[in-house]
Structures are given as structure tokens and as C-alpha cells.
């Protein structure tokens, strides 16, 4: 909405203002006579409030102050979208000055011009100036930024559980702003009700939709007769085997999360190893590269997908179109890749053939055990991803997909319901919640407008170097921080980046982070989740998967898939932009 069109539709709403008065009584914010005699009139001024990225500044306190006495005309806070909308009856004095204050900013101040006075005498409303608020460093942005990068540390290490660590950031955060503002007001970051409002409930809502949906999927034996097929299908020529289980996982990747993915894959890619007398590695790692790298085709795909197609409003077709293309590039890149680095253990696997023992093995294993609950699951799924794909046309956001189809498909089969509640892992949502409260606190306190500016110095408006940047940046740091936190901490900044540099409104950077955050996520055992839940199902089935040997097997993993899509990403937003 125009600066213009938002101040006609609050004057509107102010013609009716004194009706509604008349019936409750409820005086104006700030009323006085007029001794003059002279009736008074409703009186507005409008305004909006940026930081220094552009970046709209919502909550600031804006008051209105009599110039001469010093007394209150009006107050309010700027809205979501950085505008303010002060309203009052009083007579307008001679000179007005209009204040805006807000934590972690430098207080600004400015005059309303005569023009501006004689124009609210004359009943009409003003549209003061933008004003530009400046940051300030307070101790409560070394606590948060320092809390951040612990919690980081904390996650990376595994010294304790990844929920735990960001449980404990949110306390701290919270605990420093209700215990030590009182104490010093440099220590307030933010309250409860602001810090919620950082959290993101549409990611929540659908990761939690989407785990109960799965929950009856899993359930059918559907993966264990995929298992099957693809030995069938292979021959027992494990080269091919690897391909058609890369290919299986990544498909199911796409469509289910990837932690998920790899939960059912890596049980039954051991049992198919040790009976080939091969490497179980030489299976599951091909299948957790495929994993992170076929995922991002699609919204649901991964939960850094579903974090920034939130944040940006991207949906999921925009994912399948611009993503695709790039991941079947990186995919083909990543097989050839694995065929390559294991080809040895690979050729020993073929060579002793179809094991029928094996085969028969698997065969008891694939029986599909529910397959009404299939049959009910498979259309309830057709319906979601026709929901996801079209739903945008009316707005229907991914989340409220997701609650209806898991609601639905809960209904048509009827299971115990205390059982599937059980089945939503809400472990993981709870690590959700509590790390958009820390991401919120250094973005509160100002850490993530710093680091947009500094990249954006780097990068200028030079579309080419900021995608760049973008792509190998989220990568490489996604080696060392698990990409879902580094990706939630990213977004303001890829937003500051697509506001300022020209061409970037295609919201090109974005699909960038999706590549650089998903597809980094190789490079290390502690990149992604899938990766450290495949690391505890391969220990405890005797097949350690070390830090030392992930990082040899996954970094060059990385730079092949990562370079095959950025030669796609540079092609669809730079030669075919539109």
C-alpha cells in the first residue's frame, strides 16, 4: 500500500471516530480546548520509520510534543511495516516536534515545518518525513551476539543435544532482558511477546503437518519395497544398485524431509551391504549426498527450503522451476562422483553377483503391510502437492496445506491418535522455536544489520558478485555451522541484498542460499541433520562414520554439485532472467 493510500484510509477511518465516541465515551489520546471557540478537528499525521538497510523499524515509539510547553499532542508505534499514524483533536500550536525511540537505536527528533502546521489547521492530513534510525552498541549486543556464537559452538561440537543448546540461548536472551534491564537499560534485547514475534509459525505449523503424514507413509512398508525393487532392478551390479538408491533417496528426499529420508534408507542400505559382503558406506554416503542435494528441488524438501520459502514467499512451484534444472545437473555430477571414489568396492560387489539369499531376505521385508492406509495416504499426498503447487493462486499458504492433509488423512484412516501425536518429533520443533527466538535476538540487537552492511559493501550492485558470494559463502559456513541456524541468521541478510542491488528482485539470492546451505551441508558431518542421524544408525551397526572421513568423501562432493548449480543459478537469473 502507497504512503498515500494508507494515510486516505486512516483519515477515513477517522471520520467516523467521534460517532464511535459518542456511544462509548472514550476520549482522545491527547485532547485540549480550544480557546479560540473555534470547533476542533481530527487531526493526523503520518510517517514512516527505516533503518539504515532500508529495512522498515517496527514497535519504535513515535510522539508528538508541543514545542512550546513541552506537553504530549499524540503517540503510537510504527507498524510491521515501519509506518506510524498520530491522531489527535487538540488545537495545533505553534510548533510541533515529533520523537522516535526504540531500543538499540539512537533517538531521532525532528520540526514539523510551517507548511506542515498550517496545513493541519487547515484539517488536512501530514506525511512528515522519513526518517532514517541509527543503530547503537549497547552491552546487549555483545550478550546476544556472543550467546549466538556459543550456542553455534555448542551445536557443532555435540556437547549437548542441539534442542538443549538452543533452549538454553532463548533462556539467556530472555532472562538477560527481564533481569538485567532493570539493572541497566543497555541490557534489554526484548520481552517475550517481541521475541515470538520472531518466530516463525508457518515453518512450524507445516514441518509438523508434513511429520504426521509421514508417520502413516512409513508405516505401509513402502520404503522396504523400494529397497527390494531397486536390488531387483540392479541385478546385483552394485554400481547400479548405488545409482537407483541414489536416485530413490533423492526422490524421497524431495518430497519428505531429509532426516526422515535417511531413517528408513540407511537400516535398510546396511542389511543390503553386509549381504554383498561391501563397504556399507560405499551405499549410504552416495545416498546422504543425494539426500541434501535432490531436496532442495522442492518447498518441503528441506527444512532450510521451508525456512526460506517462509521467509521470502517463495512457493513451491517457484522452487520446482528454478531449482530443478540445477539439481539434475548437480545430481548427474555428484553419480558420476560416487561411482568414481568407490568404484573399487563397487567392482568387488558385482562381482559376486545376485545374492538370492539376500533378495529373498528383502522380499519378506517388502510386503506392503497397509495398503489401504497407502491407497488413503497416496491421495491425500496427490491432493497436498496439488495444494502446494496451486494454492498459491488463493493464497493458501504451505502450513495450512499441510494441517489439512494431515488432518484429513488422520480422519479417513482413524489410528490411534495419541500415537500419532507421539509420532510428531517434537524435539525438532521445540530446536525450531527457540532458535528463531536467539536468531531474533542478534537481529534485535542489530548483529545481522552489521553483516549485511559489511557484505553489501563487498558486493555493491553488482548482481553477479553478490550471487557469487551468496552461494560459496552459505557453503563453506554451512561446513562449520549447521546449515538450519546459518540459514535462519542469512535471511534478513539476503533480504537487505535483494532490496538494494539491481535485478535482485527475482529473489535470485535466495534460490542462492537454498543451493549454497542444502548442498554445503556435504561438506561435514555436523553440515546437516541427515548427516549426524546417519553417522548413530551407521554406528550402531557397526560402520563409524568419523568426522575426518565424511570431510574427504563429502568436500569434493561439495564443490562438484555446488559448481554444476551455480553454472545453472548464473544461466536462469543472468542469461534467461526472466
Not at 28 to 57: H, I, Y
Not at 119 to 131: F, H, K, M, N, S
Not at 222 to 227: E, P
Request: net charge negative; with cysteine.
Amino acid at each position: 500500500m502507497s504512503g498515500r493510500s494508507f494515510a486516505n484510509l486512516v483519515a477515513a477511518g477517522l471520520a467516523v471516530l467521534p460517532l464511535i465516541q459518542s456511544f462509548i465515551g472514550t476520549p482522545a489520546l491527547a485532547q485540549g480546548s480550544d480557546p479560540s471557540g473555534e470547533s476542533e478537528k481530527n487531526l493526523l499525521v503520518t510517517g514512516t520509520v527505516f533503518d539504515r538497510q532500508g529495512v522498515p523499524v517496527r514497535s519504535a515509539l513515535v510522539t508528538l510534543i508541543d514545542g512550546a510547553t513541552e506537553e504530549l499532542q499524540a503517540e503510537g508505534l510504527t507498524q510491521p511495516d515501519g509506518r506510524y499514524a498520530l491522531t489527535w483533536n487538540s488545537p495545533v500550536p505553534e510548533r510541533l516536534f515529533v520523537q522516535i525511540d526504540r531500543p538499540h537505536f539512537e533517538e531521532a527528533e525532528f520540526e514539523l515545518g510551517e507548511e506542515a502546521i498550517q496545513t493541519l489547521r487547515a484539517g488536512q492530513l501530514v506525511e512528515a518525513p522519513e526518517v532514517v534510525l541509527i543503530r547503537k552498541v549497547t552491552p546487549a549486543f555483545w550478550i546476544a551476539t556472543v550467546v549466538f556464537v556459543g550456542i553455534l559452538v555448542l551445536i557443532a561440537t555435540g556437547v549437548i543435544h542441539n534442542t538443549l543448546a538452543a533452549l538454553l540461548g532463548m533462556a539467556i536472551v530472555l532472562g538477560v532482558s527481564y533481569l538485567g534491564e532493570p539493572l541497566n537499560k543497555g541490557l534489554f534485547i526484548f520481552f517475550f511477546q517481541g521475541a515470538l514475534t520472531y518466530v516463525d509459525w508457518n515453518v512450524i505449523f507445516l514441518i509438523m503437518g508434513m511429520m504426521m503424514v509421514i508417520a502413516v507413509v512409513e508405516r505401509t512398508g513402502i520404503f522396504q519395497w523400494m529397497a527390494f525393487m531397486a536390488y531387483r532392478l540392479s541385478g546385483g551390479r552394485t554400481w547400479l544398485l548405488v545409482i537407483i538408491l541414489m536416485l530413490i533417496t533423492g526422490i524421497a528426499s524431495a518430497f519428505l524431509d531429509n532426516v526422515t529420508t535417511m531413517l528408513l534408507m540407511t537400516p535398510i542400505s546396511v542389511q543390503i551391504a553386509l549381504a554383498l559382503g561391501i563397504n556399507p558406506l560405499t551405499l549410504i554416503i552416495p545416498e546422504v549426498f543425494a539426500s541434501n542435494v535432490v531436496g532442495i528441488s522442492t518447498l518441503i524438501g528441506t527444512p532450510t527450503n521451508i525456512l526460506i520459502g517462509s521467509f521470502a514467499r517463495i512457493t513451491f512451484t517457484d522452487f520446482l522451476i528454478n531449482l530443478t534444472p540445477g539439481v539434475v545437473l548437480a545430481l548427474l555430477g555428484l553419480i558420476v562422483y560416487c561411482i568414481l571414489v568407490y568404484r573399487r568396492d563397487l567392482l568387488t560387489g558385482s562381482s559376486r553377483g545376485s545374492s538370492s539369499m539376500l533378495e529373498e531376505k528383502l522380499a519378506e521385508r517388502a510386503r506392503i503391510t497397509e495398503p489401504d492406509h497407502l491407497r488413503k495416504a497416496g491421495w491425500v499426498g496427490a491432493s497436498m502437492l496439488l495444494m502446494f503447487v496451486f494454492g498459491e493462486r488463493i493464497h493458501l499458504i504451505p502450513a495450512v496445506t499441510a494441517i489439512i492433509g494431515a488432518t484429513a488423512l488422520l480422519i479417513w484412516i482413524r489410528p490411534d491418535i495419541e500415537e500419532m501425536i507421539e509420532a510428531v518429533d517434537w524435539t525438532t520443533l521445540v530446536f525450531f522455536i527457540a532458535l528463531f527466538v536467539i536468531v531474533g535476538a542478534i537481529q534485535e540487537v542489530g548483529l545481522i544489520s552489521l553483516i549485511a552492511e559489511m557484505i553489501g559493501r563487498v558486493v555493491g550492485d553488482n548482481l553477479l558478485l553478490a550471487m557469487l558470494a551468496v552461494i560459496w559463502l552459505s557453503a563453506f559456513l554451512s561446513m562449520i555451522i549447521a546449515n538450519i541456524p546459518f540459514t535462519a541468521a542469512m535471511l534478513p541478510v539476503v533480504a537487505f541484498l535483494t532490496a538494494t542491488i539491481p535485478g535482485a528482485d527475482n529473489k535470485a539470492l535466495f534460490f542462492c542460499l537454498s543451493v549454497g546451505s542444502a548442498m554445503g551441508g556435504n561438506g561435514s558431518l555436523i553440515g546437516a541433520s541427515a548427516n549426524m542421524v546417519t553417522a548413530g544408525i551407521a554406528d550402531r551397526a557397526g560402520s563409524t562414520i568419523s568426522y575426518a572421513y565424511f570431510f574427504r568423501k563429502g568436500f569434493p562432493a561439495l564443490l562438484v554439485t555446488i559448481g554444476l548449480a551455480t553454472l545453472w543459478l548464473l544461466i536462469r537469473f543472468l542469461v534467461l532472467p526472466n
